[in-house]
């Protein structure tokens, strides 16, 4: 059985939160539906909340933090990236798009995503295809039609009948699970590696930033 390794990142603002609640959900469906390939996941949560300071820090001095350093490695490092927000202001937080701000722009080029976001009504849902789509889309990123959007009434009694969320989670999972299939494991290559520079055709004075050709 072969392994892949999923980062789910949750930019929830409480503890407990829904948005965690259903980013634990996505994740789990997304290791069942990647069994039934016989393909075995690791899953690695990154909770934005721990690291609000640091992601403010490494915007304004433009480094990471120990901690933060090794979340956004996790996350780059992923075959997969399930990203849940809570809907503030009918877009993403402000925390999440930080975090996604301090990443390498070309970070999360061909990576599989499943985007879940949660908010208080139902009246927010169209925010996943009109704000945070189009950020993924923009880092190139290659995200799954299926968004799995939670209003409060979803986690009681008074869901979608139509469409309950159950259904949309085991949905955006499979399609998730498809996609990590269909690419395949992910090699990490390291940046700093001269090996690398030459693979791509480039010197090691171009990865000292051109310091030894002038």
Known sequence: ????????????????????????RLAGATVKALAAQDIEAVVDVIELRDHAHAITDNMLTGFAPAALETAINTVVSADALIAVTPIFSTSYSGLFKSFIDVLDPDALTGKP?????????????LAIDYAIRPLFAYLHAEAVSTG???????????????APLSSRVEKGARELAD???????VTVVDPYDPATYLAEGRSFGHMLGGLAGE
Do not use: C, E, Q, Y
Request: charged share 15%; no cysteine; aromatic share 4%.
């Open 113 to 125: 995503v499943l985007i879940g976001a949660n908010a208080g009504t139902a009246r927010h849902s």
């Open 1 to 24: 059985m072969s392994t892949r390794r999923i980062a789910v990142v949750s930019a929830g603002l409480s503890n407990p939160s829904s948005t965690r609640m259903l980013a634990d």
């Open 148 to 162: 799995v959007f939670a209003a409060s009434s979803d986690w009681g009694g008074a869901g979608d009948d139509v």
């Open 179 to 185: 996609a990590i299939v269909k690419r395949g494991a």
